[in-house]
C-alpha cells in the first residue's frame, strides 16, 4: 500500500496563479483532510471531508477551496494565490474519527508563492 | 490561550539520557490523545496513543493526566535516532471531532 501520497512535492507560484494539490490514499479511508504547516504555527485545518462527495470548513478556509469527488481523492485548490499562502501542505486520512482513531499523513507539498 | 500547548525546547540531551515532554490542553471536551513525531522537513506520523491508564512503548511511555489536563512522553536511553520533533495531538469533540495539534517539542539526542 502507497498510504497517503501528495502531488505535487514542490511548487512555485506568481500571486494571483492557481492551482490544485492532489491527494490521494489507498486504506479505503472515509475522513480525509487538508492542513497546513507554519513555523511556530502547528498545523492547522483548512478543509476537511467525512465522505464521498462531501465537505467541511476547518479552521483556516479562506483562499482555498476543496472536492472529494472520489473516495480515495481529496483536491485542494487554490484560485488566487497570495504570499502568505505560502507554506508546507499536509494532506491525512482516518478511518475514522472515534476514539484513538489515529491519522495517517502525506509527504507534504512545499508551496511558495512570490 | 491555545487549546494545546506545548514547550518548543530545543531540549539537548545525551546519548542514553531520560527525557520528559508534557503537553498541556484546555479543552475538557477533549476525547483522544496522541504523540506524534516529525522528522525535518517530513510528515508527522504516529509514535504513540495515549490511553487513560498509561501505555509503554519499548523505550517509550506516555501519561494522561485528566484532572490537570496533561499529557506526558517520557522516552528512555535516548538515542540519535530519536532526534526529532514530537507533536502533542488531541482529539476534541466538538459539534464534529477535531484534532489539535500542538506546536511540538524539539528533541536533540547529542553523541
Known amino acids: 500500500n502507497a498510504g497517503v501520497t501528495q502531488t505535487p512535492k514542490f511548487r512555485v507560484l506568481k500571486t494571483g496563479q492557481s492551482m490544485t494539490l492532489l491527494c490521494a490514499q489507498d486504506m479505503n479511508h472515509e475522513y480525509m483532510y487538508w492542513y497546513r504547516q507554519d513555523p511556530g504555527m502547528g498545523l492547522r485545518l483548512i478543509h476537511y471531508?467525512?465522505?464521498?462527495?462531501?465537505?467541511a470548513k476547518g479552521e483556516v478556509p479562506d483562499g482555498y477551496n476543496v472536492s472529494r469527488l472520489k473516495k480515495q481523492n481529496f483536491l485542494l485548490g487554490l484560485e488566487s494565490a497570495a504570499p502568505s499562502q505560502t507554506s508546507v501542505y499536509f494532506c491525512?486520512?482516518?478511518?475514522?474519527?472515534?476514539?484513538?482513531?489515529?491519522?495517517?499523513f502525506g509527504p507534504g507539498t512545499r508551496l511558495t508563492v512570490t | 490561550r491555545k487549546e494545546v500547548e506545548q514547550d518548543p525546547g530545543p531540549f539537548n540531551v545525551p546519548e542514553g539520557a531520560t527525557v520528559a515532554f508534557n503537553c498541556t490542553y484546555s479543552n475538557s471536551a477533549s476525547q483522544s490523545f496522541f504523540w506524534y513525531r516529525q522528522d525535518c522537513r517530513k510528515e508527522p506520523k504516529l509514535l504513540m496513543s495515549v490511553y487513560s491508564s498509561g501505555n509503554e512503548d519499548g523505550r517509550f511511555t506516555a501519561q494522561l493526566n485528566r484532572a490537570s489536563q496533561y499529557i506526558s512522553l517520557l522516552i528512555r536511553d535516548s538515542k540519535l535516532s530519536d532526534s526529532a520533533t514530537y507533536l502533542c495531538v488531541v482529539n476534541i469533540l466538538s459539534g464534529t471531532y477535531k484534532y489539535i495539534f500542538g506546536t511540538g517539542t524539539r528533541l536533540k539526542v547529542l553523541a
Open positions: 471531508s467525512v465522505g464521498e462527495g462531501t465537505t
Open positions: 491525512a486520512s482516518s478511518y475514522s474519527v472515534a476514539i484513538n482513531s489515529e491519522q495517517y
